[in-house]
C-alpha cells in the first residue's frame, strides 16, 4: 500500500541528513497520499543510516497505524492535524535544525531581510505561542498541531510553508515531500543569514514590503497569496 510514497517519505527523511538538518534521531517528514486518507511518516527513532521503505508506518488521519511493524514518529499527531487543516499541503518536515531552532527557543520570528528569504516565505517566518502547563501532557503533540493552526488563522500555508514553535523547534511543508524539504533547508539558511545580520548591525532592516510583494509575486504568481488579489 502507498509504495511509491513510501519511497519519496524515506528518500525526504535521509535528505534531511544530506543537508545537514538531523542530529541523531531528531526530526522526521511525512507526505499524505492523493485521496487524502492516509499518511506516511517515519518509524520512530530508527537510525537514518538503517532507513528503508519498508520502515515507513502508514497512519490515518486519527493517526492509527494501518500498516506497519514499528511505531510511528511521536510528531504524529501534529503531522496529522496540520494535514487536516492545511489542505494544499502534501508534506511536512519537522526537524531540530540549529538556527532555526535557536529562533524558536528565543520565541522570535525570523526577519526577512532579503530576496533570499523572500524568493521562499512571504514574510517573517512565525512563532506560535509557547505551550502552556496544562498543554505539556501526553497530548503535548496535538497541542503543537493546534498552536500551529492558531498561529496561521490569518496566514497562508501556501505563501508561508514554516512555522518556529516556540520552546521547541521548526515545522515546514509544501504540495510535496520533497518540496517541505527544499522549505526546511531554505527556513535554516535564512535563519543562519538573519542571526548574522543581527551580529552585524543593531537593528536588522526588514524588506520593504513593495520589495517582498513584487518578488514574491514574480518567483510564484498570484495564486501564492491564496484568497489575496495584490494589485497588479
Ligand atoms: O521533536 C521531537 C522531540 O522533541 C521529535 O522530532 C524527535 O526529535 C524525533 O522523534 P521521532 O520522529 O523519532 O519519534
Known sequence: MLEDLKEQVCQANLDLVKHG?????????????EDRQHVVIKASGVAYDDMQPRHMVVVDLDGNVVEGQLRPSSDTPTHVLLYSNFKTIGGITHTHSRFATVFAQARLEIPCLGTTHADHFYGAIPVTRPLSEEEVTE??????????????????????PAVLVAGHAPFAWGPTVAKSVENAVALEAVAEMALGVRQLVAEPIPLESYVLDKHFLRKHGPDAYYGQTPEK
Open 21 to 33: 538538518l538531523v542530529t541523531l534521531t531528531w526530526g522526521n517528514a511525512s507526505g499524505i497520499s
Open 139 to 160: 497530548a503535548y503533540e496535538v497541542n503543537t498541531g493546534q498552536v500551529i493552526v492558531e498561529r496561521f488563522a490569518e496566514l497562508a500555508p501556501v505563501a508561508m
